[in-house]
């Protein structure tokens, strides 16, 4: 619910808020000035470090670059921004890769610097431009590499046999495995059981050895057994009365 002050609550209490505007006021007017007095102060203008204006190809003295024409910036761009045409040129007596055009569109690109970053030899790099506004879509396609511009050749490694191998000294040879000092660590890790102390495995005692079943020859019958037999055999032929 809505409670009046009375005349001079008010009175002071606007005051003060106009106190507190002033302070304010008054703390950023001696403060250092950072507004960029455009386009009045474009010679020293300077763009902080990190800014990514559009994307060059620096050139030394010689008119010559870093780029290989590898190809890795383009396939790493996702905005296909940039085109590299090549050819294959002997040099040397070897047939290498070399570069004709380097296209930049500056109207695709969002300054994402992957391309940069998937360079290996450095060869391109942002500058600090931004005034890149033109009327014409067309004139934001650029070509990095300069008219008449090589690329920088590296120097050719040194042939193997001038390399000097390096020569192990006799003296420093490592000391054989029976004069080494043992590990401690293997030795504590070894439980001390001496073979006597290892649990014998007794024979369970139902577990005897089964003796294999020897087959007995069949008896042959003795010959009083035989004549038994023959008489017996008689009288069984013979008819009964
Ligand atoms: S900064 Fe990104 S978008 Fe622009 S050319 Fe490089 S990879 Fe492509
Ligand atoms: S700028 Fe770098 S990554 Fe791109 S083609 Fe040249 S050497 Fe390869």
Do not use: W
Not at 162 to 173: D, F
């Amino acid at each position: 619910m809505y409670k009046d002050k009375g005349y001079f609550d008010g009175l002071f209490s606007g005051l003060k808020s106009i106190g507190i505007g002033l302070k304010t006021t008054m703390r950023e007017f001696f403060t250092k000035k950072i507004t960029e007095q455009y386009p009045e102060n474009r010679k020293e203008l300077e763009m902080f470090d990190r800014f990514r204006g559009s994307l060059t190809m620096p050139h030394n003295e010689n008119n010559q670059h870093k780029c290989v024409a590898c190809g890795l910036c383009q396939m790493a761009c996702p905005n296909d921004s940039i085109n590299v045409i090549s050819e294959m040129k002997e040099v040397d007596g070897k047939k290498k890769k070399v570069l004709v055009t380097y296209e930049y569109n500056l109207g695709s690109c969002m300054f994402c610097m992957l391309c940069v970053n998937a360079c290996p030899h450095g060869a391109i790099t942002f500058d600090q431009s931004f005034e890149n506004a033109v009327f014409d879509r067309s004139k934001l396609i650029k070509v990095l590499n300069q008219p008449g511009s090589s690329v920088i050749e590296r120097p050719k490694p040194a042939p193997r046999s001038a390399v000097a191998k390096p020569t192990a000294p006799v003296a420093e040879k490592p000391a054989p495995a029976a004069e080494r000092p043992a590990p401690q660590v293997a030795e504590e890790a070894k439980p001390a059981t001496p073979a006597a102390e290892k649990p014998l495995v007794q024979p369970a005692v139902d577990e005897k050895p089964s003796t294999p079943v020897v087959e007995k020859p069949m008896e042959k019958p003795s010959p009083a057994d035989k004549g038994i037999n023959a008489e017996e055999s008689k009288s069984a032929d013979a008819p009964s009365e």
